[in-house]
Each structure stands twice: as C-alpha cells, then as structure tokens.
C-alpha cells in the first residue's frame, strides 16, 4: 500500500467539520471530573486576526485539549470585546453603523479562530455590544450604585480632543490618549466614578496571594496603587478663615518648612488670589499647567515651574508665617493637592527652592557629621537640629512625636495616601453600554428600574458631534419618565468605560445564554477563579486591576465566594519582525491566512510554541516557519512507513539495549511534556522533546522489537496532539483507532522506564576525552573513579604522571587532571 501524502487544507478542513458536528469542545459537566477554566482574553473584533492572536490562542488551546485528556471537566469559551471608539470612528468615516461592522468582524474573526483548530465552547460565546450582555453591565452599575460604590461629581479630568472622549488615568500614556494618541488635556465635566479606592488597601494586600502571577505583573500593580504612610498636618491661613491639609510622608522634617505649595487647580488658588492685584497673571499660570500631561508634570527630569500668590500659611508648631506658592509638579489629585516645601531634606524642593531663592532650613543632622553648605538635600536619618522640644531625638523617634503633639492640637493625624484614584467611567461616545440612570428635577438622580433593562442604545444619533455624547443628539433617547414621580425627566447620555465590559466577562461565559440573572452563583463558584489566564503585559494595570476590583465588590455583595478572579496568570510576548512589533503602520505584518493556506493551521501553531518561551518576544521567521512545516512532514511519514507494525500491534519486549534505551527515550518524553505543559508552561521546550523522541524512533534498529517502536510512535502521535491536533488525529485515525484522540487519556509515564541498568562515562584527561566505560547504575563514585585508574588504556596514559585531582560528573563523565 503506497504511502498516503501530508495534505494540511484537506486534513484540517476534515477535522474542524467533525469537531463541530460531534460538539467535541463542549464544556463538560461530570460531577466526578475536577473543574479546569481555560481563558485567553478575549479580543476586539478588529476584522483581522494577527499572529500575536495566533499566539495567545493557541497556548491556550494547548493547555484546554491536555486538561481534557488528563480527565478535567474543561472550560474554554471565546467572546469579543466589541464596545469602544474604534468601530465608532469607522461609521463616522465610512457611514456604516458600528452595530453592522462590528458583528461582519466578528463573523471573519469567528472564522478564522476556527481555521486554527482552537478548541472553543462556542455555545458560551458572547458579545459585549449584544443587549443581552449590556443588559447585565447596565444591571451591576447599579448595584455599585447601591453599594455607594457610584457617584457623580464635577472634576478636572483627562480629556482627548481626537476622541471627543473622557479617559481615566490609567488610559493616558506618556501624555497621550492610549487608543490614538492624541496629547490629552485637563477638562473640568460632571463624571461618573466607581469607588476603586474604598478598596486600595484589599487590591494590595491581596497581591501576596497571587504566587501564580508573574512578578513584574504584581511590581507593576503594587506602583499604580502606590500606598504611602504619612501624615496630613493642617496649616491655617493668615488673615483668612481658610486652612489647608498637606500630606506627607516625612513629618520629622515639620520644623523645615519654608513654603507650602498648592496645586495649581487646587479650589483655595481661586479663593486666595481673587482681586488681587496678581490675578490675571496667576490664572494664566494656571492655564498653563492645566495643559501639561501628568507624566510631564511629575517626571524627574522636567523642569519646575511655580509662582508665588502672595498668601501666607501658618505654622502649626511655630506660629511663623511660610509663603504660599502653587507649581506645576504638584497634581490636585495625588494626597490633598497641597505639599509642604522642605528644601533641606528633599531634592524636588530642594531644586524648586533653588530656582526661586527660597530659604534651606536644616533639621536633621545627619551622623556623619557637621555640615557645611548646602550643595543637595540631605535624604539620610539622624539627629533633630533646629526642631524646639525635639532636638536631640533620633528623626525617626521624632517622627511619631511630632505627629502626637499635631494630633492632640487638632492640627494633625497618621494617615495612608494612594496614587490610585477612583476610576472614572463616564464616556462621551455612542458605542458603549448607556448608564442606566435618570435625572429628574423633582427626584434627583434615580436608578432605571430593573425591569427597564437595557436601556437599548437609540439607532438613530449624530456621531460626528464634538464636545457631548452622541446619545444626547436624540431626543427620543433623552426624554424619559421618571419612575419615582412620574413627571418629565432626561436620561444620561454618557455611556460606560468599555474596560467595565471587560471586567466580568469571565464570568458571564459560565451562564452566558441565562435571561434571567447576570450568572449562576453555584455554577461560577464550580469554575472560578479561572486557572489559567493568558494575554498581553500591556492589561497589567488596566483590565487585570479593574477585573480584581470587580471581583472584590462580588464577593462583597455575596455573589461569589472567591476575592481573585485569576488564580495563574501567563502574560505572552509580541510577535515581532526585524525586531519591531508586527503592525499595518510599520508594513511589517504576516498573515495568518497566507500561513495557514501555504503550510496548515498545525504549521502556524508549532511554529508559535517552538520559537520561543511563551513568556518572551517571538521573532518572525521563514526558515522557522518551513522547520516547523518539515518536521510534521516528519511526523508523518514516520506514521505512515511503520503502519504495518502501527497497525500489527502486539506486546513490547524489552530485551536488548536499544529496546531499554527506547522505552526510556519514550517516557522521558511522556515526562517532560507533561511537566512542561501542565506546570512550568514551556511550551517550546515541550516540542523540542516530542522532536528528540521522533528521532530516537528514527534511530530505532530495525531488528528491534517493532512492537515497542508502534507504542513510541504512538505515543509521539498522543504527545503532538495538543499542539498540532488536526495532523495527530488524521494520523490517529490511520492507526485505526477507535476513539478520537480527543476522548483519549493523556499518556503516563513509567518512572522505572527511566532507570538504566548501566551508564556509560566518557573518560577525559586533562579535558580530552580518551575512552567510554560503561559501569553498572548502581556504582559508587569511588568505584567509577578506582575503575576509571585502573583500566589498561588509561592506566598506560597516565603511567609515570602525577595524579593531581580526579573530577567525577554523576552518569556522565570522570576527569583525571594530571601533572
């Protein structure tokens, strides 16, 4: 019978029908199985998958099919991110409604996920732009709204001009707007917050039980929230009623003081400087600043700009009168907006200070000695100096002091402040989820009721309108009936953040068709927290913080039983080409379609597991592409040039080395894919040992037993399968198996198997190699080494000479060093 050829458009295609007709990836249900939660974030449904999609998906996919072959019930589902700016900006452009656009990408996008083979439960898939979903976001706004979680207010927030949208801190990047990058300006608008902060301390602290996450991840989360302990110490404001807090981490250094600072938006700057002969020429500075990105105004490195308004603050301890002065590196949302100036111990005030000739009063005398003058700021402990009653105490020791006598004068008090600020949620766009809340002159603000939900986004609306929500251009939409009254009222027209969307979606798969509630409590706490999540570094802060603060507020309200959402977390490198990450703008993109047409879906997802660890960047490249391609090549003709004994059968005999060394060669690999797959997740290192073990089967005698050369074939086939399982399962079935490989056990590994009766030692000499002994396993050092001296080739080598040391590697080599 000839030899069949590898055909990958066939085999696949073949495949792909026979999962979805046999629903071979539906979530399993077996009360008796352990529950596995397999996720890759889910994408926005852009129109294209790129081959960093490729990636992620088919790690995940890996590890779904090698949890359902160890006996998990396994949950791998798929949905889309499909609110936010960018399909909005292309109705504009093109005058297509995004409700269109975005669900014809998601259907190429559905398609192509498929082409790869990836394992998904598609009865759980889900769209956030589908009613059905935002129904249940517009349903948990408001039970954060309950829970005194929601609240609106007037602030100066983050504004992209581009986007005619709102950003929340966390969505400026270096300046910019993170979708466009347009540089973003201070507006000040009546917003919609979520109260993240209520919960700084828990989304901290709970980091330590997270070992499943990479560390650069937890660094990354533990600076955005940025707890400090300080003090906030009041100063009055002479000749006013007015006072003002500042905070600070560094209390001892209170008797320092030469000015106070206050952020430039800071709401006293009005109050202090209104009529005053300096007004206009302040509110210009003012301006000025506004206009500054954050990171400019706090980077190390930018310039300090400030100006004196010509008040004075009072001393707390010393009566003295210290200039109020307001400057660019001081943000009215980090601590109270206002700082105390202690040039001698501070290098930011020490530099500010210098620019503008404001008095250095040292208070710590640091131990190693007197000091002359002030060159820098002295950051070091030691002794208090010019600081009253204090003097003479260690700094630390007056710290808590000072800090005591503050508390008893009502003028101060220990404090915790955070960089992290409650999340700002309003946007000024159309595609996104409506806030479901009413505004009634009679009643205030009032919650749609429940039974109203969804508040539907209106299909008719102005999307090129710059400066408000495009759902405000629909009066239909805006006029509404309050339901506490039943007198006229307006809706809100600002719809949500899209990262809220984002921020549960993992549990909605668990019951995504249920109509009746946002999803089954018992069925969540069955799967979740999810075991495995996979996506990008850059969701670091974003999605992952927001994503555990939801959880947190869940469990609160007693609808989950878990704090964290992701139990372990693998956060894969880009896909690069020449070093840059792969884009349309650089012109450096590959298809996947052109990947998978030329060579098959398996060829792309080797390649992505083999080129590098999963953890790391993966450069592009050809010839890797073509490896990948001739080793399944390989693969198959191993299968198909050994089918007569495949198929023959029969029971192995392992009776001469080449059968132990091949059983062993065949459960070292069983060994090390399984570890490498289901623990350290090296996904590359996993293929490079299914690779050494179709070489060791080529190296086979063909004397051999065959029998055991059909169970190592086998077992190379079982091994593939998770990582290129359309080739794995044609081949299987070749085999004449009765079971789909699907439905097949994961391979176990003898540990006896991996025990040889002998070992064979290279001997050296002087670091050459001279000879090969073979010892029995179970012999000592000093046996190999006796051994090893006394043999006749090396003992004729060495006669005469000096033995100066004897170097023994365990079961690989003796190194006689000689004189």
């Not at 027209?493 to 969307?501: A, E, G, K, R, Y």
């Not at 006749?792 to 005469?800: D, P, Q, R, S, W």
Request: charged letters at 25%; a negative charge; hydrophobic letters at 40%.
């Amino acid at each position: 019978m000839s030899e069949r050829r590898y055909e990958p458009a066939q085999i696949e295609q073949k495949w792909q029908t026979h999962w979805e007709e046999t629903r071979a990836f539906a979530t399993g249900s077996d009360p008796n199985k352990p529950y596995y939660y397999t996720l890759e974030q889910f994408p926005y449904p852009s129109g294209r998958l790129h081959m960093g999609h490729v990636r992620v998906y088919t790690i995940g996919d890996v590890v779904a099919r090698f949890k359902k072959q160890q006996g998990y019930n396994v949950l791998h589902p798929m949905g889309w991110d499909a609110f936010g700016m960018p399909a909005e900006n292309y109705a504009i452009k093109h005058g297509v409604h995004p409700n269109v656009s975005t669900y014809e990408n998601i259907d190429f996008m559905k398609k192509q996920q498929k082409e790869l083979g990836i394992s998904y439960d598609w009865s759980r898939e889900l769209a956030t732009c589908s009613p059905d979903y935002y129904r249940w976001t517009q349903w948990l706004f408001q039970l954060f709204y309950e829970r005194d979680l929601a609240y609106k207010k007037k602030a100066a927030v983050n504004w992209c001009p581009e986007c005619s949208t709102v950003l929340a801190n966390e969505q400026v990047e270096d300046g910019g707007c993170w979708r466009c990058g347009t540089e973003v300006v201070k507006k000040d608008l009546e917003q919609w917050f979520f109260r993240i902060t209520d919960y700084a301390d828990r989304l901290l602290d709970d980091l330590d039980n997270l070992p499943g996450w990479p560390d650069k991840v937890k660094t990354m989360q533990r600076n955005w929230i940025g707890k400090s302990t300080g003090a906030d110490v009041t100063f009055a404001i002479a000749g006013t009623d007015e006072t003002v807090t500042v905070f600070t981490t560094r209390p001892d250094t209170l008797f320092g003081v030469s000015y106070l600072v206050l952020a430039p938006e800071h709401e006293l700057v009005g109050k202090l400087i209104a009529g005053t002969p300096r007004e206009q020429e302040i509110k210009a500075f003012v301006d000025a600043v506004r206009k500054a990105s954050e990171i400019e105004r706090t980077s190390t490195d930018a310039e300090k700009q400030g100006v004196s308004i010509d008040a004075f603050a009072v001393h707390p301890l010393t009566g003295e009168q210290v200039p109020i002065w307001i400057a660019n590196y001081v943000l009215p949302d980090y601590g109270t907006g206002a700082v105390m100036g202690v040039p001698a111990h501070d290098e930011r005030d020490f530099e500010f200070a210098s620019k503008y000739q404001l008095p250095k009063q040292v208070v710590i005398q640091p131990a190693a000695g007197e000091i002359g003058e002030l060159n820098a700021a002295i950051t070091e402990d030691g002794t208090m100096v010019n600081s009253g009653e204090f003097d003479g105490l260690h700094n630390r020791e007056a710290l808590v002091k000072i800090v005591e006598k503050l508390s008893g004068m009502g003028a101060g008090s220990m404090t915790t402040s955070f960089r992290l600020r409650d999340w700002l949620i309003s946007r000024q766009r159309y595609w996104g989820a409506p806030i479901p809340m009413i505004q009634c002159s009679a009643c205030g603000t009032v919650p749609v009721p429940k039974d109203q939900l969804p508040v539907l986004l209106p299909e008719q609306v102005d999307f090129g309108v710059k400066g408000k929500s495009p759902l405000a251009t629909n009066d239909e939409f805006v006029n509404t009936t309050c339901p506490s009254c039943g007198g006229h009222a307006t809706r809100e027209t600002d719809t949500m953040d899209t990262f809220i969307d984002s921020s549960w979606y993992y549990l909605r798969y668990i019951s995504a068709q249920d109509e009746t509630k946002v999803f089954d409590t018992e069925a969540v706490n069955n799967w979740l927290p999810v075991d495995k999540y996979i996506g990008g570094i850059e969701h670091a802060v974003l999605h992952l913080l927001y994503s555990r603060f939801f959880t947190k507020v869940l469990y609160d309200a007693g609808m989950v039983n878990f704090t964290e959402p992701f139990e372990s977390l693998l956060t894969q490198g880009m896909v690069v080409l020449n070093g840059a990450k792969m884009s349309k703008s650089k012109g450096n993109v590959v298809s996947p379609e052109d990947i998978i047409a030329k060579y098959g879906a398996d060829t792309a997802r080797v390649f992505m597991l083999f080129a590098a660890p999963p953890d790391r960047d993966l450069e592009w490249s050809d010839q890797g592409i073509e490896g990948a391609h001739r080793f399944l090549g390989r693969v198959w003709r191993m299968v198909e040039s050994n089918m007569a004994i495949i198929r023959r059968g029969g029971t192995p005999n392992i009776a001469g080395d080449a059968e132990k060394k091949m059983r062993m060669a065949m459960h070292a690999a069983i060994k090390k894919v399984t570890e490498d797959i289901g623990e350290r997740y090296q996904f590359n290192t996993a293929i490079s040992a299914i690779m050494e073990l179709v070489n060791a089967i080529y190296s086979y005698p063909e004397q051999a037993n065959a029998a055991l050369k059909a169970e190592a074939i086998e077992t190379a086939v079982r091994l593939l399968y998770p990582a290129a399982p359309h080739i794995a399962s044609e081949l299987w079935e070749a085999m004449g198996k009765a079971k789909s490989l699907i439905e097949v056990a994961w391979p176990v590994y003898d540990q006896s198997a991996l025990v040889l009766d002998e070992i064979e030692y290279v001997v050296q000499i002087n670091g050459k190699v001279r000879d090969k002994i073979v010892f029995p396993a179970s012999a000592t050092r000093e046996e190999v080494e006796k051994a090893v001296i006394e043999s006749e080739k090396v003992h004729a080598l060495i006669e005469g000479k000096t033995i100066k040391k004897v170097i023994v590697v365990p079961s690989k080599l003796v190194n006689l060093v000689i004189g």
